[in-house]
């Protein structure tokens, strides 16, 4: 929860300046080379039909969710396209319900219920019927696909972390997201774009160093916790990432919010992290 916090602060900056792909790429390429070493001993035994056929798509969803994450990080406001992120949670509890046998309590799901009210509010620019017809806010629309694409990475995840390692299902995934990286650079400029993207990241390399840390840390230690524990309950404690983004968002982004989506994200927050102890 605190890395992703952090890191989604720093993805927020580094999207502006490098682009979502060059972004994703860094992180990437930090999982391939800072979890090496835990996987080593595991390398031979994924090179398997049935092994691969878990691992790919996993790191496929992470892929085309990540980016859907980012290009909503880009376009909106943190303090916003956060909490709409946050929706990932009611999606976890479906998929984890359907696939793993999960259940949630009468509470759990009148807490779900009530982000989904929260998310509502902070999606809208305007309260006014006419005006919150015309448009959603910034990055809202990305937001929802990034939540949709980041529960089922979840879930792939999770099933990862218990058929292999924790480690391992986040280094294949990193593996795939770097050569599909890649290719979307090279295919958009070729090597004009690469060396462009590759300029801009020299001058914050402290940035992208930061955030690739932290968001590698971060899917280490959910990856970690969903080897030993429920989908649904993990994602409830890890999804308050949302409340420290935001909150740097207001801080040091000096971003402003209408009275109305305060409120919405305050109560989505406030139920997401009674979820935590439900």
Known sequence: MAFWGVADFLVHRSVRIIGS????????????IGLLPFVLADLPAIFNPASLALLIPLGFAMFFASLANFESLRKGKLSVTEVVIGMELPFVAILGFVFLGETL??????LVLIVFAGITFVSLPSLRIKLASKKLEAGVAMGILA??????TNLLTAQSSRAFSPA???WFPSLVVVLACTATILSKGGM??????????????????????????????????????????????????AVIAAILGLV???????????????????????????
């Open 21 to 32: 792909a060059a972004t994703l790429l860094a992180i990437g390429l930090f999982g391939v």
């Open 168 to 170: 391992m299902a986040v």
């Open 105 to 110: 309590s009468t509470i759990r799901i009148a």
């Open 192 to 241: 004009r774009e690469a060396k462009k993207i590759f300029a801009k990241s020299l001058r914050v390399p402290g940035l992208i160093f930061a955030l690739g840390a932290f968001d590698v840390a971060a899917w280490a230690c959910y990856s970690l916790s969903l080897s030993s524990s429920l989908l649904a309950i993990t994602t409830a404690i890890s999804v308050n990432y």
């Open 147 to 152: 939540a949709i694409g980041l529960s089922i």
């Open 252 to 278: 040091f982004n000096k971003e402003k919010l209408a009275r109305h989506q305060l409120a919405g994200a305050a109560i989505a927050l406030s139920a997401g992290c009674l979820l935590s102890f439900a």
